[in-house]
C-alpha cells in the first residue's frame, strides 16, 4: 500500500490538481485524466515531455552514495539538517500537519534520518530513477518522484513547510513558489576543503570557489539569507570507503572505474579525509500578489 499523498500535488501535464486512485494508491491521477502509475519499487515517474537535457546519476555512482550514507560516515550531517529544518516543521500552520520535500533527494538517506525525527508529510524528488528505486524503498512513507528540478514543481503553491537540499540543483523561484509564507529552505553546499585529501588522488573534482557567494546570488529576489554554520567532519576512511566517494560525487560520470579500483587497492588500511560543510537557511521573500 502507498501513501495517500498529502502534500498537495499537481499534475505535471497539466498543472490541476492530483490525487491517489486505484488498488492501494498506486495511481495518480487528475481530472483531465493524465494517470501515472506507480513503479514496482514504489515511485512514480513524472518526467514528461522533453525536459532539461541532462546526465542523470548511474546505478554504480548511487550505490557507491547508497554504501558510503548507509555506513554512517555523513550521519551527523543528516542529523544536523533535520535539527534546523525542526523548526519551521513544528510550526507548520497547514492544519494537516507538516510537509518537507527533499529535492534532489538521491538515495533518500537524509530525508529518512528527518523523517526519524519528525514524521512530516514527505516528497522526494530526484531525476535518476536508479536513486529513486532506493529512496522509495528508504522512505515507504514519502511520495518519491522521478523528476527535473529544473521544471515546473509539481507541488501546489505554499505545499510544503521546509525545502531540503543536499548537494544537489537548486531552482530558486520554484522553492520560493512550493514554500508557505514562514516557511525554510535549507541547504547543504560543501566548502573550500572538502575532501582535499583525496579528491587529487582519485580525480574527483575540486570545489570551485566562490560557491557561497553564487549560492546567495542564485537564490537572490527569492529568499533571504536567514542563519548559516559549518559542519567539519574528520573521518576516517577504508580503500572502499574512498572509492565510493570518489564514484558518488559528480565525478562519477566520467572516472575510469578500473582505474579507480586499482588506486583503491593500494591505499593504506584507513586514510584520513575532512568533509567540510556549509548548512545555510534561507527564507522565501513575500511577493506582492501577481
Ligand atoms: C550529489 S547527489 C546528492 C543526493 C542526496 N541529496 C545526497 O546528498 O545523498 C545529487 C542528486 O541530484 C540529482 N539531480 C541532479 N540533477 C537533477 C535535476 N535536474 N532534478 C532533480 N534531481 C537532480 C542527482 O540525480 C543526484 O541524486
Ligand atoms: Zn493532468
Given at each position: 500500500?502507498l501513501?495517500?499523498?498529502?502534500?498537495?500535488?499537481?499534475?505535471?501535464?497539466?498543472?490541476?490538481?492530483?490525487?491517489?486512485a486505484?488498488?492501494?494508491?498506486?495511481?495518480?491521477?487528475?481530472p483531465?485524466?493524465?494517470?501515472?502509475?506507480?513503479?514496482?519499487?514504489?515511485?512514480?515517474?513524472?518526467?514528461?515531455?522533453?525536459?532539461?537535457?541532462f546526465?542523470?546519476?548511474?546505478?554504480?555512482?548511487?550505490?557507491?552514495?547508497?554504501?558510503?550514507?548507509?555506513?554512517?560516515?555523513?550521519?551527523?550531517?543528516?542529523e544536523?539538517?533535520?535539527e534546523?529544518?525542526?523548526?519551521a516543521?513544528?510550526?507548520?500552520?497547514?492544519?494537516?500537519?507538516?510537509?518537507?520535500?527533499?529535492?534532489?533527494?538521491?538515495t533518500?538517506?537524509?530525508?529518512?534520518?528527518?523523517?526519524?525525527r519528525?514524521?512530516?508529510?514527505?516528497?522526494?524528488?530526484?531525476?535518476?530513477?536508479?536513486?529513486?528505486?532506493?529512496?522509495?524503498?528508504?522512505?515507504?512513507?514519502?511520495?518519491?518522484?522521478?523528476?527535473?528540478?529544473?521544471?515546473?514543481?509539481?507541488?501546489?503553491?505554499?505545499?510544503?513547510?521546509?525545502?531540503?537540499?543536499?548537494?544537489?540543483?537548486?531552482?530558486?523561484?520554484?522553492?520560493?513558489?512550493?514554500?508557505?509564507p514562514?516557511g525554510?529552505?535549507?541547504?547543504?553546499?560543501?566548502?573550500?576543503?572538502?575532501?582535499?585529501?583525496?579528491?587529487?588522488?582519485?580525480?574527483?573534482?575540486?570545489?570551485?570557489?566562490?560557491?557561497?557567494?553564487?549560492?546567495?546570488?542564485a537564490?537572490?529576489?527569492h529568499?533571504?539569507?536567514?542563519?548559516?554554520?559549518?559542519?567539519d567532519?574528520?573521518?576516517?576512511?577504508?580503500?572502499?570507503?574512498v572509492?565510493?566517494?570518489?564514484?558518488?560525487g559528480?565525478?562519477?560520470?566520467?572516472?575510469?572505474?578500473?582505474?579507480?579500483?586499482?588506486?583503491?587497492?593500494?591505499?593504506?588500511?584507513?586514510?584520513?579525509?575532512?568533509?567540510?560543510?556549509?548548512?545555510?537557511?534561507?527564507?522565501?521573500?513575500?511577493h506582492a500578489?501577481?
Amino acid at each position: 500500500m502507498l501513501p495517500v499523498p498529502t502534500v498537495p500535488l499537481l499534475c505535471p501535464v497539466c498543472r490541476s490538481p492530483l490525487g491517489a486512485a486505484g488498488v492501494a494508491a498506486r495511481t495518480l491521477v487528475c481530472p483531465a485524466g493524465h494517470s501515472f502509475d506507480a513503479a514496482r519499487q514504489g515511485y512514480f515517474n513524472f518526467l514528461v515531455g522533453k525536459g532539461t537535457v541532462f546526465e542523470a546519476d548511474a546505478a554504480d555512482m548511487v550505490a557507491a552514495r547508497f554504501d558510503f550514507l548507509s555506513a554512517g560516515h555523513y550521519r551527523p550531517l543528516a542529523e544536523a539538517v533535520a535539527e534546523v529544518a525542526a523548526p519551521a516543521l513544528a510550526g507548520a500552520f497547514t492544519g494537516s500537519g507538516a510537509r518537507v520535500l527533499d529535492a534532489g533527494t538521491g538515495t533518500g538517506h537524509y530525508l529518512r534520518t528527518l523523517l526519524d525525527r519528525f514524521p512530516a508529510a514527505a516528497v522526494g524528488l530526484d531525476i535518476s530513477k536508479f536513486a529513486l528505486r532506493r529512496a522509495a524503498r528508504m522512505n515507504p512513507e514519502a511520495v518519491n518522484l522521478v523528476g527535473d528540478v529544473w521544471q515546473p514543481l509539481p507541488l501546489a503553491d505554499g505545499a510544503v513547510d521546509v525545502v531540503t537540499v543536499v548537494f544537489a540543483p537548486r531552482n530558486a523561484a520554484e522553492f520560493a513558489r512550493i514554500l508557505r509564507p514562514g516557511g525554510r529552505l535549507v541547504v547543504v553546499t560543501p566548502r573550500p576543503g572538502h575532501l582535499a585529501e583525496v579528491s587529487g588522488q582519485t580525480g574527483m573534482l575540486g570545489i570551485e570557489p566562490a560557491k557561497e557567494e553564487r549560492l546567495a546570488a542564485a537564490l537572490e529576489g527569492h529568499f533571504s539569507p536567514l542563519a548559516a554554520r559549518n559542519l567539519d567532519l574528520d573521518l576516517s576512511l577504508g580503500p572502499a570507503d574512498v572509492a565510493n566517494l570518489a564514484l558518488m560525487g559528480p565525478a562519477g560520470h566520467h572516472l575510469d572505474r578500473a582505474a579507480l579500483a586499482s588506486l583503491a587497492a593500494g591505499l593504506p588500511p584507513l586514510t584520513a579525509v575532512s568533509a567540510r560543510f556549509r548548512i545555510s537557511v534561507f527564507e522565501p521573500l513575500r511577493h506582492a500578489a501577481a
